[in-house]
């Protein structure tokens, strides 16, 4: 049976007297044997504080952002050694309000991910299309630009070290979530594109679920044969919210 992994994006949210709450409710609502893989993506200043806090669970710790440089003159930078350095062992790369807002492009978000493996960090590769992009029928064509970007740069054995998060943009903190059917179509495009490179690596690369991801819809969108999990923004911000995905998961 697939193990499926529930990773919470807080954004730019919390505080460290909130976050030691909300980490310590996640825990005590997860049995320490759960079949489900979990991880939070903090802000950096919360790093390294998240990582002691997660000590004693099985909660791991993950970046939302990666430099690609590893030091230097790069104000306001994070390099993946300092991620690494703060105990943490994933990172987003490649959200779409990093592609959006900072004008990241997808050979970017390659080498960003490149970055983060060659400091042993999972990079979680986020890709999708916009509503633009969808209504014009695109989609197919934006995510398999999105994934050759990486492939070109890694290749299939390095994307193969990687966790892909499919999130349509019109369904990031919108409320309005991709229907399971609608995503899993994506998620076996994703697959089967992958597939055609290297069967084996088709078949096994975890393919996460975000956008409006719900206790009430994660089940359903967990049950499809290609979702492997989601990546979670606004449910992940309360225990309440996001320990009945986490559950989901385990039952998926
Ligand atoms: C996200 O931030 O990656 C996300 C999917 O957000 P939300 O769950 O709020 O749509």
Same mark, same amino acid.
């Given at each position: 049976?697939?193990?499926?992994?529930?990773?919470?994006?807080?954004?730019?949210?919390?505080?460290?007297?909130?976050?030691?709450?909300?980490?310590?409710?996640?825990?005590?609502?997860?049995?320490?044997?759960?079949?489900?893989?979990?991880?939070?993506?903090?802000?950096?200043?919360?790093?390294?504080?998240?990582?002691?806090?997660?000590?004693?669970?099985? !909660? +791991?710790?993950? *970046?939302?952002? @990666?430099?690609?440089? #590893?030091?230097?003159?790069?104000? %306001?930078?994070?390099?993946? $050694?300092?991620?690494?350095?703060?105990?943490?062992?994933?990172?987003?790369?490649?959200?779409?309000?990093?592609?959006?807002?900072?004008?990241?492009?997808?050979?970017?978000?390659?080498?960003?991910?490149?970055?983060?493996?060659?400091?042993?960090?999972?990079?979680?590769?986020?890709?999708?299309?916009?509503?633009?992009?969808?209504?014009?029928?695109?989609?197919?064509?934006?995510?398999?630009?999105?994934?050759?970007?990486?492939?070109?740069?890694?290749? !299939? +054995?390095?994307? *193969?070290?990687? @966790?892909?998060?499919? #999130?349509?943009?019109?369904?990031? %903190?919108?409320?309005?979530? $991709?229907?399971?059917?609608?995503?899993?179509?994506?998620?076996?495009?994703?697959?089967?594109?992958?597939?055609?490179?290297?069967?084996?690596?088709?078949?096994?690369?975890?393919?996460?679920?975000?956008?409006?991801?719900?206790?009430?819809?994660?089940?359903?969108?967990?049950?499809?044969?290609?979702?492997?999990?989601?990546?979670?923004?606004?449910?992940?911000?309360?225990?309440?919210?996001?320990?009945?995905?986490?559950?989901?998961?385990?039952?998926?």
């Amino acid at each position: 049976m697939r193990r499926v992994m529930v990773a919470g994006n807080w954004k730019m949210h919390g505080s460290f007297a909130g976050n030691r709450q909300l980490v310590e409710e996640i825990s005590a609502g997860l049995s320490a044997d759960a079949a489900v893989d979990v991880a939070v993506f903090v802000p950096a200043p919360y790093l390294a504080a998240t990582v002691e806090l997660t000590a004693n669970s099985a !909660i +791991a710790v993950g *970046a939302q952002d @990666v430099s690609v440089h #590893e030091q230097g003159a790069f104000t %306001g930078e994070t390099s993946g $050694a300092m991620i690494t350095d703060c105990g943490a062992t994933m990172t987003l790369v490649g959200h779409s309000e990093r592609r959006t807002l900072h004008g990241e492009s997808s050979e970017a978000v390659a080498r960003k991910a490149e970055a983060a493996l060659g400091c042993g960090l999972t990079p979680v590769v986020c890709i999708g299309e916009t509503l633009e992009q969808r209504e014009a029928g695109t989609t197919e064509a934006v995510v398999a630009e999105q994934i050759d970007a990486v492939i070109d740069q890694l290749g !299939i +054995a390095g994307l *193969a070290r990687c @966790v892909l998060a499919y #999130e349509p943009v019109w369904a990031i %903190g919108t409320g309005v979530t $991709a229907s399971p059917q609608q995503a899993q179509d994506v998620h076996a495009f994703i697959r089967s594109k992958i597939a055609a490179v290297d069967a084996t690596i088709g078949g096994q690369l975890r393919i996460l679920y975000g956008g409006s991801v719900k206790g009430s819809n994660a089940s359903e969108l967990f049950a499809m044969a290609d979702i492997d999990g989601g990546l979670i923004g606004g449910a992940s911000l309360s225990a309440e919210n996001f320990l009945p995905i986490c559950r989901a998961g385990e039952q998926a």
